[in-house]
């Protein structure tokens, strides 16, 4: 079956910076919209990054824009996430999912699939 699973996650100290991976087995992710989540204890799940399955187009939540980078390399087939000066309040569980629509406007967490099992990022001195 189709599969996405993240790596990268870890524990930063505020103002440090990690790139987390989300590679796909068993489908290509050219053609699906790919879209990063977090998830911290006790809050709903968020949309923070998005790459469209067509030309690219990204999007990033307000409280990221300018620190976090979502590229994709298909080569590897995998979806990167460089997130670049952190804070406390980015620490989660991040996750990556597909979207069969090309837009990333929304990121509405029900309209994503496959998830991957997370890798949790811990922000703290």
């Known amino acids: 079956q189709v599969q996405l699973v993240e790596s990268g996650g870890g524990l930063v100290q505020p103002g440090g910076s990690l790139r987390l991976s989300c590679a796909a087995s068993?489908?290509?992710?050219?053609?699906?919209?790919i879209g990063w989540f977090r998830q911290a204890p006790g809050k709903e799940r968020e949309g923070v990054s998005c790459?469209?399955?067509?030309?690219?187009?990204?999007y990033h939540v307000d409280s990221v824009k300018g620190r976090f980078t979502i590229s994709r390399d298909n080569a590897k087939n995998t979806v990167y996430l460089q997130i670049n000066s952190l804070k406390p309040e980015d620490t989660a569980v991040y996750y990556c999912?597909?979207?069969?629509?090309?837009?990333?406007?929304?990121?509405?967490?029900?309209?994503?699939?496959?998830w991957g099992p997370g890798t949790q990022v811990t922000v703290s001195s």
């Open positions: 790459i469209s399955k067509n030309d690219g187009t990204t």
């Open positions: 999912a597909r979207q069969f629509d090309s837009r990333c406007q929304s990121m509405r967490s029900a309209n994503f699939g496959s």
């Open positions: 068993r489908f290509n992710l050219t053609y699906w919209t």
